[in-house]
């Protein structure tokens, strides 16, 4: 019972932060002013491209082919490579 009351507690916390938020943005979008969006300390750019440099990671032949069949899956068995 009390996990559900801290739940409720917390979505509502979210929920006013998200509503204050909205509604600063809309003000200022209103009076033509700049939105300022957070600064990230990583650009998503450079997320991306280290998050597809996963030949470096030392994986072993059969996790390779693994890791490529989930990349390539398209709903079908067509692109995907046997493992031994």
């Not at 204050?20 to 990583?42: A, C, H, T």
């Not at 693994?66 to 990349?71: A, E, K, L, T, V």
Request: aromatic share 8%; with cysteine.
């Amino acid at each position: 019972m009390i996990e559900v009351i801290v739940l409720c507690a917390v979505f509502g916390t979210f929920v006013l932060i998200a509503y204050s938020l909205g509604l600063k943005n809309g003000q200022k979008l209103r009076d033509n002013e700049k939105i300022e969006l957070p600064k990230f300390k990583e650009p998503i750019k450079e997320i991306i491209r280290s998050t597809k440099k996963h030949d470096d990671l030392g994986l072993t032949k059969e996790e390779q082919i693994s890791w490529d069949n989930i990349n390539n899956y398209n709903g079908s068995s067509e692109s995907q490579k046997p493992i031994n």
